[in-house]
Every structure is written in C-alpha cells, then in structure tokens.
C-alpha cells in the first residue's frame, strides 16, 4: 500500500539538545504536509504544517523544512525538553483529495 | 470543550460480533474521517465524509460500514468482527484548508 517515511525508528536525545525528525514522502504531486505528535493513549495533535510552495516555515521551537527535489520532510524541535518525548508523524496531501497519506513515524525519546 | 469525541473509548469484543463507534465533532468541519492505527503505530486512512457524502473508501472489508447522519457525525459500525480488526480508529475532522484534528482514540480487542 501507499505509505510514507520508513520504519518506525528511535531517536534519542538529551534534554536541552535540538531534535530533527526526518520523512520521506512519495507522490510528487502531494501540495500540503503536516506534522504530528501523538502522545502515549492519545491521538496525533497537529504541531506545523508547511504548503509546497514554501521551502521553510518556523513555530513555536519547530522548524518545518521541505526539499520537494528530493521529496524530504524535516522537523526541528529545539532545545528539546521532556514533554516532547512521543511518536511522530508526518503526512503528505495533494489538496482537493482529502486523502492524508501518514508516515510510519518516529519516537522521540528524550533522555534527562 | 472537547472539540473530536469518540466513544467507547476502549472496546473489548468477541469474534462474531458487530460492534459501532461513534465519533462527534464540534468544531464545523465539512470533512470527517476514521483511520486504523495497528500495533506498529501506521495510521492509514478507511474512509472520509465531507457534508456527509462518502468521498474516500479505502481498501477495507465491507463488514466496515461508516454512516454520517449529519456534518458532525460519523460513525462506524463493524459487522462478524475478526481478531485481525484489533487496533486503535481514530475519528478526525478537518477544516477547508486541511488542517486535521483527531479525537482520542477508541482501541479495540477482539477475543
């Protein structure tokens, strides 16, 4: 089936270190890429998102970046604290579908 | 205020059984969705309502029927379930631009 990003790899780091979580996604005609986090017993929350005409877009302590060449997705979480510890997600749209396509996700894993 | 709910939020259930999930959104969504999220944590989309037409149904077993009584409303109900039909539904909605938001989640077991 369609599907984005790899297997659902661990990424650790320590407290206070700057976090970046990476996805691949696949269909070049995707226009709109979200990503998630998703704590332990609950559903994914919307955290950023990015459209493709944009190469960068900047949050709350996330950077979102896009490289449409290569069909890459990144997040950067700085100064990572331990309420970011959870799965990841990202996930591709070619607006007018309505069908997300996620990633498998990544766990962040944040270490005192 | 809650703005995706679902209930049950856990659902324990022999094979054989039909079981529904209800999920409400008040956030004036035109768009609603139920995902299946399995043990390894992959989130794939089964179907989307938008002003309560069906416009995305996935590849899943017509023992899943999604019914949409009104733009705030999505239910899903599961006919014969199977031990393979064990996994966390995530109801969602999301705005025009497509900004999605999920509810919390409803697991279910199957016996």
């Known amino acids: 089936g369609e599907s984005v990003g790899l297997h659902l790899p661990t990424l650790s780091v320590q407290e206070g270190d700057n976090s970046i979580i990476n996805c691949a996604y696949s269909n070049s005609a995707s226009d709109y890429f979200i990503w998630y986090k998703q704590e332990s017993g609950k559903g994914p929350q919307f955290i950023i998102d990015i459209r493709s005409n944009m190469d960068k877009r900047q949050g709350q302590r996330v950077t979102v970046l896009l490289n449409k060449t290569v069909k890459h997705l990144s997040l950067q979480i700085a100064a990572t604290q331990p309420g970011d510890s959870a799965v990841y997600f990202c996930?591709?749209?070619?607006?007018?579908?309505?069908?997300?396509?996620f990633g498998t996700g990544t766990r962040l894993k944040v270490l005192a | 205020d809650t703005a995706v709910s679902q209930t049950p939020k856990y659902l324990v259930t022999q094979m054989g059984n039909d079981k529904s999930i209800k999920c409400e959104q008040n956030?004036?969504?035109?768009?609603m969705y139920w995902y299946k999220q399995d043990s390894k944590k992959f989130l794939k989309i089964m179907f989307s309502y938008n002003n309560k037409e069906l416009i995305i149904n996935e590849t899943v077993p017509n023992r899943f029927s999604p019914k949409s009584p009104d733009k705030a409303h999505l239910n899903l109900h599961i006919n014969s379930l199977e031990l393979g039909d064990s996994a966390v539904y995530f109801c969602a909605s999301s705005t025009a631009t497509y900004e999605q938001y999920f509810g919390p989640g409803t697991r279910l077991t199957v016996t």
């Open positions: 996930a591709e749209i070619h607006s007018g579908t309505y069908k997300y396509i």
């Open positions: 956030l004036g969504h035109d768009t």
